[in-house]
T-cell receptor, first 114, second 113 residues
Framework: DGGITQSPKYLFRKEGQNVTLSCEQN?????MYWYRQDPGQGLRLIYY???????QKGDIAEGYSVSREKKESFPLTVTSAQKNPTAFYLC?????????????FGDGTRLSIL | AQSVSQHNHHVILSEAASLELGCNYS??????LFWYVQYPGQHLQLLLK??????LVKGIKGFEAEFIKSKFSFNLRKPSVQWSDTAEYFC???????????FGSGTRLSIRP
């Protein structure tokens, strides 16, 4: 079955440490997205990529970085500069990058700070 | 700023009650509208979408939504809810001039059996 795989499901980070969240899709979608979900705030866009080797900042990109070296992969690094990283992170993809196509979502990664 | 508002943060209903969840957006340009649902322990999935045409759209599991351009609204409705409808519901939109989706803050729906 095609879909989006996020790993790990749970991740713990120590203060001052960078961590990378994995997102892989086998849907052959061009566009991929990272969102952060906090209680009562819905989904906020961190970064998105409409094509390989290209990505744009979303609404809350500070303290995060991404890469898009392959069409099927869009890893997110939460850096030590992100002051409040504890959250649920969702990866998504869509056929086109114009936002008009419905997005498919992964199961998420819950990041906690030790 | 472009935004999506869901004013009901938590709605509690009994089974068989009718449901209406509000969704309003801030800008009057051409929009595509979506409702997503997140059941407990599951990933977000598309419930229904509106791109153009008939403003009353029907989605999965008996849900429907009506786009009212004059009110900048896209409310979600279901005539008779079931316990299995317990979930969080997100309204989302994309403006034709933009390339990213904007999500509302979500409404948690709890159904009493």
């Amino acid at each position: 079955d095609g879909g989006i795989t996020q790993s790990p499901k749970y991740l713990f980070r120590k203060e001052g440490q960078n961590v990378t969240l994995s997102c892989e899709q086998n849907l052959n979608h061009d566009a991929m997205y990272w969102y952060r979900q906090d209680p009562g705030q819905g989904l906020r866009l961190i970064y998105y990529s409409q094509i390989v080797n290209d990505f744009q900042k979303g609404d809350i990109a500070e303290g995060y970085s991404v890469s898009r070296e392959k069409k099927e992969s869009f890893p997110l690094t939460v850096t030590s500069a992100q002051k409040n990283p504890t959250a649920f992170y969702l990866c998504a993809s869509s056929i086109g990058g114009q936002g008009s196509q419905p997005q498919h979502f992964g199961d998420g990664t819950r990041l906690s700070i030790l | 700023a472009q935004s999506v508002s869901q004013h009901n943060h938590h709605v509690i209903l009994s089974e068989a009650a009718s449901l209406e969840l509000g969704c309003n957006y801030s800008y009057g340009g051409t929009v595509n509208l979506f409702w997503y649902v997140q059941y407990p322990g599951q990933h977000l999935q598309l419930l229904l979408k509106y791109f153009s045409g008939d403003p009353l759209v029907k989605g999965i599991k008996g849900f429907e939504a009506e786009f009212i351009k004059s009110k900048f609204s896209f409310n979600l409705r279901k005539p008779s809810v079931q316990w299995s409808d317990t979930a969080e519901y997100f309204c989302a939109l994309v403006y034709s001039s933009a390339s990213k989706i904007i999500f509302g803050s979500g409404t948690r729906l709890s159904i009493r059996p």
